[in-house]
């Protein structure tokens, strides 16, 4: 329990202060490089201003660590599958596993690659509120409005349903407890009571989201919100001069690398 | 033999800037046939502390032992300890009634004549009409009705020890007697062990011979008494909103006159203070 996978964490730090807007095309300017950066300068530069943008967020290590962890074993099995199946120059080991030059260059890429997208994308989200990004999306994507998309709508669609997986996830634990309280092996069993013991939580699950769809979009009309509408916004956008002087460091760097 | 608590701590996310300590350090042991009180201020770690109790949250530190053993989490009790969530829609998950009550006692092996009774016992004993209850939808019914039809989906489990979170919450005054009723009857005929937590303990005071106070995650407090006047000062001192009985009680004792062997029991105290009253017109 606690806090949420890529939860925001309402700190004071100048990556907080920052335009969200700032923030959105960093990590997309930063993210596209990670992937296309030349192995090892250009990459480790990259890398390199992502650790200064997580440093600077003040966000403690911890709660990067906690959002990495899951993906750690399919970052060394990748990695490792570099490292051992890349032909190349011939370094050490017996066949079939030989580590040659360019697979340590490839498993150090992939896992600098991953690993820093990783780091930006929980970078972004633990800085800015997810109602900050929905807005910052539709201010950036206002252009494709002209051509008929419901650009709004589809925006709130997309934040209700980031903001519904973790309630299933929190949800699926709650109806876990109700049965583990009343006698119900979650653990152990056949295939068969397995499949059983699935589908007693996933019945109620769907059930549940149904229900919590239909109460949403009920307390939503009740407070006068209307597809299509004129809304205002809580959180003023405003760029600074350090929303102008990061995005054109990063900007550059990103330029100059590719 | 007793559920043991040995120095359990807990906190909500481990470490960060949000860890937050929810339990510090408590110790104690529920003896069979109790009936203790979990009392608090809100936030204090009361459901946590329950939670904890009943094998779904495992602590940072220190150990829970039902009958000496440490118990695997989680759910390791075998259907020994129940719980009742705080609020019943954390609860209750089956389309009908029936089939929630049932949950339980299916999951312990009942199955035909036997399963039934146990659920219509169950239901009867929480004061609902099975003939009238039992093939209704868990959606449709009021959230005092899904109150009790979870308490019910406990009780029909037999268990050795009941955590109650809020028992009587959302209940109106017919309800909330036949929930009392009935625990007082399973503890007297089971002898079931009970942890109650309360906010406003007005009308479980009767049943409860130990109270446990906990403020800011700490065990402040573990003592046994009937006496009114006795558990009004503790529960001043720990700074919970006294029952208007024995707020009542406490003031006529401050303003003189013999009180001091009165229960915590809010009908004893009326009828008491009824007689007195009487007494006093009959003198004059």
Known sequence: MGLRMGQYLPLDSPIHRLDPRTKLLVTILLGLASFKAPYPWGLIIIVSMILILVAASRVPLYHYWQDLRPFVLIILITAAIQLFLTPGDYLIGHSPLIITQQGIAGAMGLFMRITGILLLARWLTATTRPVQLTNSLETLLHPLRRIGLPLHELLMIMTLSLSFIPLLGEETVRIQRAQTTRGANLRSGNLLSGTKRIIAIIVPLLRGAMQRAAYLAEAMEDRGYEAGGHRTHLYQQKLALSDYGLFTVVAAAVVLIL | ?284
């Open chain 2, 1 to 284: 033999m007793p559920i043991t608590l040995e120095q359990v701590s807990f906190s909500w996310q481990a470490e960060g800037v949000f860890k937050k300590q929810v339990l510090n350090n408590i110790s104690f042991s529920l003896h069979e046939g109790e009936i203790a009180a979990l009392l608090g201020p809100e936030g204090a770690g009361k459901t946590t502390l329950l939670q904890i109790m009943a094998g779904l949250v495992k602590p940072d530190r220190g150990t829970v032992k039902l009958d000496s053993r440490t118990i695997k989490l989680p759910g390791g009790y075998d259907g020994q300890i129940g719980m009742l969530f705080q609020f019943p829609e954390q609860q209750v998950f089956e389309l009908n009634i029936y089939d929630e009550i049932a949950f339980g006692p299916k999951n312990q092996g009942l199955t035909g004549k036997k399963l039934q009774t146990a659920v219509y016992q169950a239901m009867q004993s929480v004061g609902l009409k099975p003939e009238e209850f039992l093939e209704r939808y868990t959606d449709n019914i009021s959230s005092g009705e899904k109150r009790r039809v979870a308490i019910a989906g406990v009780l029909a489990m037999q268990p050795r020890y009941l955590l109650l979170d809020e028992p009587l919450a959302g209940l109106d005054y017919e309800a909330a007697t036949a929930v009392i009723e009935c625990l007082h009857n399973i503890n007297q005929q089971r002898g079931t062990t009970m942890l109650i937590v309360a906010h406003k303990p007005d009308r479980l005071l009767p049943l409860f011979n130990r109270y446990l106070i906990l403020k800011s995650g700490r065990l402040i407090t573990d003592f046994s008494s009937q006496s009114a006047l006795s558990i009004a000062h503790i529960l001043q001192q720990a700074e919970i909103e006294l029952p208007v009985s024995l707020e009542l009680i406490q003031h006529l004792a401050k303003a003189g006159g013999e009180w001091s062997g009165i229960t915590a029991d809010s009908d004893e105290i009326y009828r008491k203070i009824a007689t007195r009253i009487r007494d006093k017109k009959g003198e004059e």
